[in-house]
């Protein structure tokens, strides 16, 4: 892990990067697409698609903790860059399973991989997200040994993926992790309409499509992906929350009611402290969770859930009041606060939703799990 001096220099390029060349904003009638200019600057000016990557395999050698300070400015900004599904599940996924080869041209930014994990159905009790869940089957047979069924759902940036990364289960019944290549037979990819254009998500269907086995140990791989996915949308959701209180705040300076701006009136200066409280709280506690996976602590999993379960709620309720305070325009596709809106809102529902990250967090906190170990 680097120092905190070099960490904020790196939140000081990414930032300027993304300032000189802001990310493309989603037309009203137009599908959801990448901001491909904005991959390549990042990839190959900061290398911030290998920054979680060792340097044996083409990457900078960095933790999960610096790759939280660009999925922080990439959420205050709203990049519609593959760099949460591929810079960070992805390369951490192969990581997991001790499958490097792939790992290379994920790092440069030449391919983008895709975790391809929900599941909904019957199965899905307490959302797509729970391993529970995963019904996909991998049977014996095609011309790499293995085939894959099943059906993904909201995979992120699968319909620009170079490789999905794919849980499902064996004849046993068995959780495992395999690869499948998206142009492979038996793949089809469905692009989804979602409500933030801002982050394309894809249905994609295996039937009878070939794979390769990259771990049989899948229970450890997803618990470990989890707690990276946690933690990883936790920064995006601070990122966005506080740039929802930066143009609340500059708004309010500047709009007059009255003879004086609004930003003087008591009630406004409440509810601003209020949001400035929830953020500040969610950058702690997305920050301590960071700093735990970069360090392998025991508790890691624990201090993951906590700050997804935190800062959704969060950056909802700071997304709301941004529209609530800049009045009429705050409701118009001229302004950004509704992508910031509808962004908090979607991303709430990945990897769990809150209701199900503190149902997690249960056993540790009522101690029926010894103190520490992962939720």
């Known amino acids: ?17 993304l300032e000189r060349n802001p990310p493309a904003r989603p037309a009203p009638d137009a599908e959801p697409g990448y901001d491909e200019a904005a991959w390549a600057l990042l990839a190959e000016q900061v290398g911030a698609a290998g920054l979680a990557v060792p340097e044996e395999h083409g990457g900078a050698g960095c933790t999960l903790a610096e790759t939280h300070v660009v999925c922080e400015e990439l959420g205050r900004t709203l990049a519609a860059v593959p760099y949460l599904g591929s810079a960070v599940l992805a390369t951490q996924a192969l990581l997991a ?24 159905g019957a199965s899905a009790p307490h959302g797509p997200w729970d391993p529970a869940a995963i019904g996909a089957r991998a049977e014996a047979g095609g011309p790499t040994g293995v085939t894959l069924t099943g059906v993904k759902e909201h995979v992120l940036d699968g319909a620009r993926a170079d490789l999905f990364i794919v849980p499902a289960r064996t004849e ?60 990883a949308l936790s920064a995006e959701q601070l990122g966005g929350a506080q740039r929802c ?21 008591q009630a406004i200066k409440h509810r601003l402290a209020d949001l400035y409280v929830l953020v500040e709280s969610a950058r702690s506690l997305s920050y301590d969770a960071a700093r735990a996976l970069a360090e392998d602590a025991p508790d890691a999993g624990v201090r993951a859930t906590t ?21 009429g325009i ?12 509808k962004r908090a809102h979607s991303a709430a529902q990945l990897f769990g939703d809150a209701a199900w990250q503190r149902a997690r967090l249960a056993p540790a906190v009522l101690g029926t799990v010894p103190a520490g170990a992962s939720a």
Do not use: K
């Open 172 to 231: 046993d019944g068995d959780l495992a992790v395999y690869a499948v290549e998206p142009s492979a037979a038996g793949v089809r990819v469905e692009p989804l309409t979602t409500l933030d254009r801002t982050r394309p998500q894809a249905r994609v269907i295996f039937e009878a499509a070939p794979a390769r086995l990259l771990s049989a140990d899948g229970d450890r791989v997803l618990d470990r992906l989890l707690a990276v996915a946690a933690t």
């Open 245 to 265: 209180l930066e143009i609340t705040l500059d708004y309010v300076r500047t709009r007059e009611q009255f003879g004086r701006p609004i930003g003087s009136f």
């Open 97 to 120: 399973c001790g499958a490097v080869e792939a790992l290379p041209d994920l790092a440069d930014g030449s391919r983008v991989g895709a975790l391809a994990w929900a599941e909904n």
């Open 307 to 327: 700050a997804q379960a935190y800062c959704a709620e969060a950056f909802s309720t700071v997304a709301a009041e941004t529209i609530q305070l800049h009045g």
């Open 330 to 341: 705050g409701f118009t596709w001229e302004h950004d606060a509704h992508l910031y809106f």
């Open 1 to 17: 892990m680097i120092s905190m001096d070099e960490q904020e220099e790196l939140r000081r390029t990414v930032r300027a990067l």
